[in-house]
């Protein structure tokens, strides 16, 4: 890379991957969040140099709404202070690390260079590649781990400290990171650089594995999507479609050996969850975990309770005093900021729709997007800072990839004079 600021924040992006390593290998007393905030310093750094060079020049729209949704956030303090919320103030330094410290990312890719955007994708596919490895090295050398911890989830038995230690490893902070994880590469390696791309035959089925083995509904569902695109959008050499198509046909075949050689709890359990589980489920989704105590912040408190407030961060330490949110992205910045907040990310959502639709790759950023939002819908995706410091460094990558074409047609269109063409053409 023959950007600084790109090497620079490719390490940023290793040292998070590291530091997860770390802490699951150690299972440290939350020290993991101190070494965030120590190599978050790199895209703080770019992002203020970004930020005061725009003081005199013109800032993007989708520039604009960030900046609002992250300043609207560091202002909740305030909220904090209203009478009746049931939130402590010490909650607001788990907003600030979980949900406010990532958005420096967005302003920091602003200071690489386009030309240097597929290489830094590359480096994220790579680190990627290595967190699903990692899980699934465990899940062939200790083909049970997987098992027991879905059935024991599934039954409520309990988690065993070993069972709960080892599914950690697996899905790197949370099964359904990984899952996002797997679904979401899948899309970004093809706007890699075309180095990485030769190799995408190789990481299909492994990113594949990773989001089906994460055994998380919303995953398995974005990583259909993830294969969809490859399918039929992604401008790839034929053999890739086959590539596809075969890890589609194996993972059937893997699935029922699997099933058959599991045993008669495990296959009730799978048919279970499948079935009278995702009714019952969504009752529970609306009524407990997510919606259900998002809805009764918005209506009590409709300006919100703080970044943070309603966290499981903030709720594990007993900061949170009427219930957290546990599921929905959405739901929880709609408790935490209220009305406004919850707009103002909505609005930062439209623009970079907007901004994936008039870019160079419109399919794949499109893609992601969908991918990213239906996550959100059901889980706190934005929780795993890996995942939230990634989300806002391709969002600033989507607003740079503009289609030189779609800009060079609005030139001509507004250049062209408006006489008759008789005139114009003399």
């Not at 390696?189 to 190799?199: D, H, K, P």
Request: aromatic share 12%.
């Amino acid at each position: 890379m023959k950007s600084r600021a790109a090497w620079l924040l490719v390490v940023f992006l290793a040292s998070l991957h590291a530091l997860v390593i770390v802490e699951l290998w150690r299972q440290s007393d939350g020290r993991i969040a101190q070494g965030v905030v120590l190599v978050s310093i790199i895209p703080l750094i770019f992002a203020g140099s970004y930020l005061l060079g725009r003081l005199s020049r013109p800032m993007t729209w989708l520039d604009a709404w960030v900046l609002a949704y992250a300043a609207w956030s560091a202002v909740s303090l305030v909220l904090y202070f209203q009478p009746g919320n049931p939130s402590g103030v010490g909650a607001y330094a788990y907003g600030l690390y979980h949900f406010v410290l990532p958005i420096a990312c967005y302003f920091a890719v602003k200071t690489v260079p386009q030309a240097e955007h597929p290489r830094v994708i590359g480096a994220l596919i790579v680190l990627n590649a290595i967190a699903i490895g990692y899980g699934l090295y465990l899940h062939f050398t200790r083909p049970d781990f997987y098992l027991a911890f879905v059935a024991q989830r599934l039954y409520q038995q309990g988690l065993l400290q070993e069972w709960q230690y080892f599914a950690r490893l697996q899905s790197y902070l949370g099964s359904t990171s990984i899952g996002y994880l797997g679904a979401a590469s899948l899309v970004l390696a093809t706007l890699a650089n075309a180095r990485l791309r030769r190799w995408l035959p190789v990481l299909v089925p492994l990113f594949f594995a990773g989001a089906v083995l994460s055994f998380q509904r919303a995953s398995i569902v974005a990583v259909v999507m993830a294969l969809i695109y490859l399918m039929f959008f992604a401008r790839q050499h034929v053999a890739l479609r086959l590539v596809v198509v075969a890890v589609l046909i194996g993972s059937v075949i893997y699935g029922i050996v699997r099933l058959e050689a599991a045993g008669v709890l495990l296959r009730e359990s799978l048919q279970s969850r499948a079935t009278t589980e995702l009714v019952e489920g969504l009752a529970e989704f609306a009524d407990d975990r997510g919606y259900g105590p998002g809805f009764w912040y918005v209506r009590s408190f409709p300006f919100g309770v703080g970044i943070g407030a309603t966290s499981s961060a903030a709720a594990q330490v007993g900061l949170v005093g009427a219930g957290e949110v546990v599921d929905a992205n959405f739901m929880r910045i709609a408790a935490d900021l209220g009305v406004v907040g919850s707009l103002l990310f909505l609005l930062v959502l439209a623009a970079g729709f907007w901004r994936a639709s008039h870019s160079r790759h419109r399919a794949a950023w499109l893609t992601f997007l969908v991918i990213h939002v239906g996550i959100m819908l059901s889980t706190n995706v934005l929780d795993s800072f890996y995942i939230s410091q990634s989300f806002w460094l391709l969002l600033a990558m989507i607003d740079c990839d503009r289609d030189p074409l779609r800009v060079a047609s609005a030139v001509r269109v507004i250049e062209t004079p408006v006489f008759p063409r008789s005139l114009a053409v003399r």
